[in-house]
């Protein structure tokens, strides 16, 4: 005897489309809560407390990762001095116990003598020198502790991992250590080894005598206190337009008669967040470097690209091209250098035809192979995140695996059925 579908409209075809609208979701709900998955572990709330305030945003894009997480006990140390950095700097230090690679206990164990260098989401901030922003992991062959440090030379910075508190195979593990980790160049210590600078930008720019459009525009808009704030951690560098670069502006382009929001963003479009000496610019490894602007509006956006040209350092902005004519002010950590024209973001005048760029020496790349041991490293030197062209082709390899998995199961259903 034949029995009635319950639902006679269910074919088939419908059972294999929502199949395949199951399969393609699935993949965005592998991101994790960081935070909810601390939340059961009172000995990490304040670490917790630390990410949520700073990296809720930079934690839910990523589903593959290991936390190195500080328990309260070895963050009383220093929970001042977390608190004295800016917002920015503050969120620097906890990026770099964030390590893009999901790390079982196994993988612990099976660590090379060598050792082993994994990369840290500071790094991929490009405010790293070097590889500088990421670390490496040892393990003591006798006694099996894995020690976490900094690869450059003679580093303070170095933590024993402790245990593992959470796994989620292949997505998420969380391991405790016994200390906070602050990247190489990173002064933590600032606040309280010496008085902090306390510079006023604004009477540095009146002393130079050729920067008073500037120093009225910083001064009007109110992110000057946000420069100097930035001033702790790892410092900023400040590219000041002259007042003939304001003169010399075509006359379609009126800074002044912008939005707030978007004249905001234009001065924070002049200010790298790293303190970078005339030596570390002469001598650049990466050109391509993110501002205060990037932070802001989101990566890949608002950067400048910095490179040695004809015995100066020039700064194109893929409409503009200036150089730095003047050295205003270079005391760690602040570096405050004039020049030659208003750096214009293309995202905000890219339209205007008087800005369309002229021919000129191209855009520099970033080197295939690292500096020669003779190069100059004096100061911090611009770098590129190692691994993270890897890390984008993997993903993109990832995708394409799944894709072809999704296909193969619909025709095999369909073919079932």
């Not at 040892?138 to 900094?150: C, E, F, H, L, Y």
């Not at 006023?200 to 120093?215: E, M, P, Q, S, Y």
């Not at 002229?358 to 590129?384: C, H, N, T």
């Given at each position: 005897?034949a029995?009635p579908s ?9 059972f294999?489309?929502l199949?395949?609208?199951l399969?393609?979701?699935l ?16 000995d ?6 630390l990410?949520?305030s700073s990296?809720?945003?930079?934690l ?11 328990p309260n006990?070895?963050l ?14 503050r969120a ?13 206990l196994?993988d ?8 082993k260098?994994?990369?840290?989401l500071?790094?991929?901030?490009g405010?790293?020198?070097n590889?500088?922003?990421s ?5 003591d062959?006798?006694?099996g502790i894995v020690?976490?440090?900094?690869p ?6 170095n ?19 016994n ?7 990173f ?7 010496r ?19 500037a ?24 590219f000041?337009?002259t007042?003939t ?9 009126r800074?002044q008669s912008?939005?707030?929001?978007k004249?905001s ?6 200010v ?12 650049i490894?990466?050109p391509?470097?993110p501002?205060?602007?990037t932070?802001?509006?989101g990566?890949?956006?608002?950067t400048?690209n910095?490179?040695?040209n004809?015995?100066?350092?020039s ?12 050295t205003?002010f270079?005391?760690?950590?602040v ?7 208003v750096?214009l ?11 369309t ?12 192979s ?5 190069s ?15 890390i ?10 799944w894709r ?8 095999g259903l369909?073919?079932?059925?």
């Amino acid at each position: 005897m034949a029995f009635p579908s319950p639902n006679p409209h269910f074919t088939p075809t419908h059972f294999l489309y929502l199949l395949l609208l199951l399969l393609l979701l699935l993949p965005s709900s592998l991101s994790v809560n960081i935070t909810t998955l601390l939340s059961p572990f009172p000995d990490l709330s304040d670490f917790t407390s630390l990410l949520s305030s700073s990296l809720s945003s930079d934690l839910s894009l990523r589903s593959s990762l290991t936390l190195l997480a500080v328990p309260n006990s070895f963050l009383t140390s220093t929970s001042d001095l977390t608190r004295h950095l800016s917002l920015s700097s503050r969120a620097d230090v906890l990026r770099y116990h964030v390590l893009l690679e999901y790390l079982s206990l196994s993988d612990l164990a099976r660590i090379p003598p060598s050792g082993k260098l994994v990369t840290t989401l500071y790094q991929t901030t490009g405010r790293a020198a070097n590889d500088f922003g990421s670390v490496n992991l040892t393990r003591d062959p006798a006694t099996g502790i894995v020690s976490v440090r900094s690869p450059a030379p003679f580093s303070p910075s170095n933590a024993t991992v402790l245990g593992l508190i959470k796994t989620l195979p292949y997505n998420v593990s969380i391991f405790s250590v016994n200390s906070l980790l602050v990247p190489y160049g990173f002064d933590l210590m600032a606040s309280e080894t010496r008085p902090p600078l306390g510079l006023n930008i604004t009477k540095a720019l009146i002393d130079g005598h050729n920067f008073n459009v500037a120093a009225s525009m910083l001064a009007a808009s109110g992110v000057i206190e946000e420069f100097e704030a930035d001033e702790g951690g790892a410092g900023i560098t400040l590219f000041v337009p002259t007042d003939t670069a304001f003169s010399d502006l075509p006359a379609n382009v009126r800074l002044q008669s912008l939005a707030a929001d978007k004249k905001s963003v234009v001065l924070k479009f002049h200010v790298l967040h790293s303190y970078y000496p005339l030596g570390s610019l002469e001598s650049i490894v990466n050109p391509v470097q993110p501002t205060l602007a990037t932070e802001q509006v989101g990566a890949g956006s608002y950067t400048l690209n910095i490179s040695r040209n004809n015995g100066s350092v020039s700064i194109n902005t893929g409409i503009v091209q200036a150089k730095v004519t003047q050295t205003v002010f270079d005391q760690k950590p602040v570096a405050i250098f004039g020049v030659s024209k208003v750096l214009l973001p293309k995202e905000i005048f890219g339209s205007i035809p008087e800005l369309t760029p002229k021919p000129g020496p191209p855009i520099s790349e970033p080197p295939e192979s690292a500096p020669s041991p003779d190069s100059s490293m004096s100061g911090q030197e611009l770098s590129s995140p190692p691994g993270f062209k890897e890390i984008k082709s993997e993903a993109a390899g990832i995708t394409a695996l799944w894709r072809l998995g999704v296909a193969s199961c619909c025709i095999g259903l369909y073919l079932m059925v």
